[in-house]
T-cell receptor, first 112, second 114 residues
Framework: AQSVTQLDSHVSVSEGTPVLLRCNYSSSYSPSLFWYVQHPNKGLQLLLK??????LVKGINGFEAEFKKSETSFHLTKPSAHMSDAAEYFC??????????FGTGTKLQVIP | DTAVSQTPKYLVTQMGNDKSIKCEQN?????MYWYKQDSKKFLKIMFS???????INETVPNRFSPKSPDKAHLNLHINSLELGDSAVYFCASSHRRDTSYEQYFGPGTRLTVT
């Protein structure tokens, strides 16, 4: 069994300040973990992925995430928020090639 | 070139009608998926096909029938549409041999049932 929990449904930050979007997972197997972003009325775009290589993963647009097995976490961070980062973010866990589980999403609001 | 495309982008129809959504990928992937995203943005997998064979069939009403004519296409047919079917439907694809399991998503089809 596997599950993923996004701890915040809504995060609001000021432009230029750091972003932290939290994700915890559970999985019976070694998981692959992903962060996807969905801008309004758009499809999902992959930000970054962890697949048992380096625990600190760098993605597009300055985002990065750290896989912490002891904490079963995969939090998404960015040093400085930009207005264009405002979107819905999904943490995703996958164990085995068939099953994938999405988190419930975190809406990021960036205040000018 | 669009990697994963869906048609139509918007679909408005009345209860009781039958409709189809088409999906095509040009990535050479062998696995395709259908997801439903509800009004609260929650994404749930509905079906997964690998090499035209159904491998995931979540708890979905049998009014929903996926059809995969070939590896590049996965269409979703919905019979007797209900109000609760209103959602955004996303198609996605991946390659079974890609150990990262990365999925590529289409732009979505917004279905509104009135």
């Amino acid at each position: 069994a596997q599950s993923v929990t996004q701890l915040d449904s809504h995060v609001s930050v000021s432009e230029g300040t750091p972003v932290l979007l939290r994700c915890n997972y559970s999985s019976s197997y070694s998981p692959s973990l992903f962060w996807y972003v969905q801008h309004p009325n758009k499809g999902l775009q992959l930000l970054l992925k962890y697949t048992s290589a380096a625990t600190l993963v760098k993605g597009i647009n300055g985002f990065e995430a750290e896989f912490k097995k002891s904490e079963t976490s995969f939090h998404l961070t960015k040093p400085s928020a930009h207005m264009s980062d405002a979107a819905e973010y999904f943490c995703v866990v996958r164990a085995g090639y068939q099953k994938v589980t999405f988190g419930t999403g975190t809406k990021l609001q960036v205040i000018p | 070139d669009t990697a994963v495309s869906q048609t139509p982008k918007y679909l408005v129809t009345q209860m009781g009608n039958d409709k189809s959504i088409k999906c095509e990928q040009n990535l050479g992937h062998d696995t395709m998926y259908w997801y439903k995203q509800d009004s609260k943005k929650f994404l749930k997998i509905m079906f997964s096909y690998n090499n035209k064979e159904l491998i995931i069939n979540e708890t979905v009403p049998n009014r929903f029938s996926p059809k995969s004519p070939d590896k590049a296409h996965l269409n979703l047919h919905i019979n007797s549409l209900e109000l609760g079917d209103s959602a955004v439907y996303f198609c996605a694809s991946s390659h079974r041999r890609d150990t990262s399991y990365e999925q590529y998503f289409g732009p979505g089809t917004r279905l509104t049932v009135t």
